[in-house]
Nanobody, 124 residues
């Protein structure tokens, strides 16, 4: 079992930045693909970013490409999401997830473990 706890959310003005952290416990995340998803009220959970075990390869939704950066520290058992140039449409609950798969999926159904989420609100 992997327990995931997100932190770093908050209220920020458009154009601002936030850094989300996802601390894992229970097992090392070094063998998991890690992802970030977000969910706005009344909408489905959507893929934001993912990173493979080594951190050498990252994947992003088109809507965040060039603004968000996912990274991981397997020693600290933590994953990060640096979010810059935030827009009001980035508002939502951000979830960290772990997938014990061999390929990167952008669909939430393929992820095995989830955190409780952290709220990000971007004001215009």
């Amino acid at each position: 079992q992997v327990q995931l706890v997100e932190s770093g959310g908050g209220l920020v003005q458009a154009g601002g930045s936030l850094r989300l952290s996802c601390a894992a416990s229970g097992r090392t995340i070094s063998s998991y693909i890690m992802g970030w998803f977000r969910q706005a009220p009344g909408q489905e959970r959507e893929f934001v970013a993912a990173i493979i075990w080594s951190g050498d390869n990252t994947y992003y939704a088109d809507s965040v490409k060039g603004r968000f950066t996912i990274s991981r520290d397997n020693v600290k058992n933590t994953v990060y999401l640096q979010m810059n140039s935030l827009k009001p449409e980035d508002t939502g609950v951000y979830y960290c997830a772990a997938a014990g798969t061999l390929v990167v999926f952008t669909t939430y159904q393929n992820y095995d473990y989830w955190g409780q989420g952290t709220q990000v609100t971007v004001s215009s």
